[in-house]
């Protein structure tokens, strides 16, 4: 079966560093992406690998270990704005290149 | 900028009814999903649709059907609506489904029905 896991909620403080782990089973693996999701919205894209290693983009880096099954989303400097919903999602190469999605972590930053 | 557009935000239905959630892109993917939003549950794919007038089975197709007769447009059909179809219902749309490409999701319609 198609599994994938991520902490339900994780609470920082402002200009923190906080890290969402995310490990995934899957059977056929094309990427894996991270979405954010503010209460009420859709979700947006945040990054993408495919490869293993550390892709950075700002504030946020985004780690994967295909051998592991394993990923993390790393939010620096944070600030109220980032409390949001984190979205861990793997995009398969089988069945019709479809994406899959874990239940999400609710990050809440306090001040 | 991609755009994809549901045509209702909310929408408040009685059991038995059949309702029709639309969803529309503008920017020629021919990938299109449904989703649905639950607490605790994330989101679970109901049926994607690579090309036009091509349809596939996500993991919860059960109680739901989908139409794509036009590229651009990908409809999300509940036959008779049930209280457990009530939920935030997600369209996305995706580039090239192999390649490096995100999920572009619409704002999404919160059903609920009574």
């Known amino acids: 079966g198609q599994n994938i896991d991520q902490p339900t909620e994780m609470t920082a403080t402002e200009g923190a560093i906080v890290q969402i782990n995310c490990t995934y089973q899957?059977?056929?693996?094309?990427?894996l992406f991270w979405y954010q999701q503010h209460a009420g919205e859709a979700p947006t894209f945040l990054s993408y690998n495919v490869l293993d290693g550390l892709e950075e983009k700002g504030r946020f880096s985004s780690f994967l270990s295909r051998s592991k099954g394993y990923s993390y989303l790393l939010l620096k400097e944070l600030q109220m704005k980032d409390s949001a919903s984190y979205l861990c999602a793997v995009s398969l190469n089988t069945g019709g290149f479809k994406t899959i999605f874990g239940a999400g972590t609710r990050l809440f930053v306090k001040a | 900028d991609v755009k994809v557009t549901q045509s209702s935000r909310y929408l408040v239905k009685r059991t038995g009814e059949k309702v029709f959630l639309e969803c529309v892109q503008d920017?020629?993917?021919?990938?299109m999903f449904w989703y649905r939003q639950d607490p605790g549950l994330g989101l679970r794919l109901i049926y994607f649709s690579y090309d036009v007038k091509m349809k596939e089975k996500g993991d919860i197709p059960e109680g739901y059907s989908v139409s794509r007769e036009k590229k651009e447009r990908f409809s999300l059909i509940l036959e008779s609506a049930s209280t457990n179809q009530t939920s935030m219902y997600l369209c996305?749309?995706?580039?090239?489904?192999?390649?490096?490409?995100?999920?572009?999701f619409g704002n999404g319609t919160r059903l609920t029905v009574t």
């Open positions: 920017m020629d993917h021919e990938n």
């Open positions: 996305a749309s995706k580039g090239e489904p192999g390649s490096y490409s995100p999920l572009h």
């Open positions: 899957t059977s056929g693996f094309n990427g």
